[in-house]
């Protein structure tokens, strides 16, 4: 099963569910603000997408810019970034969709549809 992962006031992923609805995807959807990816989890999506993990952090969110996290992550481990994103669902980027075996993180179509033919 495929795991949507949303803050539905968010208009990207007003769009990405929409779009996930016109492809027929079956999806199950969650809250990333009412149930937080835990550091666990984030560490599995994190190694599974091959991204930076930098990737996985809403740097355009009032709360990013608020704790400065721009210059505060180079001087963090990824184990502390990990754990500082399971704080708050709005540190991290979104929406995520999250397969077998893809992590993909914000909403771009050609992507998506890329990894789920």
């Not at 996985?56 to 996290?69: A, E, H, P, R, V």
Request: aromatic residues 10%; neutral net charge.
């Amino acid at each position: 099963m495929i795991l949507f992962l949303e803050y539905p006031k968010c208009s990207t992923c007003k769009k990405a569910k929409a779009w996930l609805d016109e492809q027929h995807i079956a999806y199950e959807d969650r809250h990333i603000k009412e149930q937080n990816p835990t550091a666990q989890e984030l560490a599995e999506w994190y190694q599974k997408s091959g991204l930076p993990l930098k990737k996985f952090f809403n740097t355009s969110g009032l709360l990013y810019k608020s704790m400065g996290l721009k210059d505060k992550l180079p001087h963090m481990t990824e184990q502390e970034q990990l754990e500082l994103l399971a704080t708050d669902g709005m540190l991290v980027k979104r929406p995520l969709l999250i397969g077998d075996d893809f992590v993909l993180t914000g909403f771009k179509a050609d992507a998506w549809a890329e990894a789920l033919k």
